[in-house]
């Protein structure tokens, strides 16, 4: 495959992995909220989402990670912090300003103090973006010191302890820095040229028995985990089966996949919106409603916020 063809695979990755993002808020939204939604059918959704999304995020992030060897630490300090710590500060400042406001129709509980810790504690789906940007910092530091092999088994290491390192942000930091390195040393030809093979529809069956069987375990905290680790590379690995095999162009996939960053830091305020109007506005209760019209106002509104933002010329400023 040519080099586009490549982009255009990961953006298809993104594409789905921001839908599962939305949809996985707006089904812990209904259930929050006590909607009448099964608990079982939620039980295995919720789990089946979560037990890769993010992680295919540092995966797909860390498949460019060594453009980051190519600069300076200080050069990519102010980089990153413009592309990462910016959006994170400005959507949390939004989000929590909102949240706050509105707390009596949310299912949540935003205070001052939330919104006081921000620069340290972050809040919502933020997380992420304060995350990878240690991450990245980790990432550069202990490649400028050891080979890409050597950081790989820090990486694993750091994941099957995350459990223990309960303090600040270590635990998400140590469960995805090892996907983020994984990502790194991927070449993305090979990576193609293997995924095209008919053998790999083996990820279907994998990704379904390792998720049954990380639900059984939830109430064992080192097995889940392992379970979980396990799930989420059989996740990764479905998603990059399926988008390396798409037929045909699926542009719109491909532009929720290239704007996946403004549809992540605005869903929450979306989705949650939508919810209220339905609930408050409209007396709507029913689930299958809420799902569709939460899931679609997610993605969709904040690509109107983006598309008016870039015709008023001030989309830089809010990312």
Not at 97 to 116: A, K, P, R
Not at 167 to 182: D, I
Request: with cysteine.
């Amino acid at each position: 495959m040519i080099i586009n063809e490549r982009i255009t695979w990961i953006d298809y990755a993104k594409g789905i992995g921001i839908i599962l993002v939305v949809y996985g808020h707006v089904l812990r939204g209904v259930f929050e909220a006590g909607l009448d939604i099964p608990i079982k059918l939620f039980t295995y959704e919720d789990s089946f989402i979560y037990s890769f999304h993010m992680p295919l995020f540092f995966f797909l992030s860390g498949l460019f990670a060594n453009h980051l060897l190519k600069r300076s630490f200080f050069s990519n300090l102010k980089n990153k912090a413009r592309s990462m710590l910016y959006p994170y500060l400005l959507w949390s400042l939004i989000q929590g300003g909102i949240m706050l406001v509105l707390s009596s129709y949310t299912n949540g509980q935003t205070t001052w103090s939330d919104i006081i810790k921000i620069p340290i504690e972050p809040i919502a789906q933020f997380w992420f973006l304060y995350v990878l940007f240690l991450i990245t910092l980790l990432y550069f530091i202990g490649r400028k010191i050891a080979p890409a092999s050597y950081v790989l088994v820090l990486g694993f290491i750091l994941l099957c302890i995350a459990p223990l390192l309960n303090f600040w942000v270590l635990v998400p930091l140590a469960q995805n820095f090892f996907f983020f390195v994984l990502g790194s040393v991927m070449n993305k030809q090979r990576l193609t040229t293997i995924l095209v093979k008919k053998w790999n529809f083996i990820a279907i069956p994998l990704y379904l028995i390792v998720n049954v069987a990380l639900i059984q375990f939830i109430g064992n905290k080192w097995v889940h985990h392992f379970l979980w680790g396990l799930a989420a590379v059989c996740g990764i690995y479905l998603i990059a089966f399926i988008c390396v095999n798409l037929k045909y162009n699926h542009r719109f996939l491909q532009y929720l996949g290239q704007n996946s960053m403004i549809i992540f830091v605005a869903h929450i305020l979306a989705a949650s919106g939508a919810r209220i109007l339905l609930l408050n506005i409209f007396g709507i209760e029913n689930v299958f409603v809420h799902l569709l019209v939460g899931t679609l106002a997610g993605l969709l509104l904040p690509l109107l916020l983006w598309i008016i933002c870039k015709k008023m010329k001030i989309a830089r400023f809010i990312l």
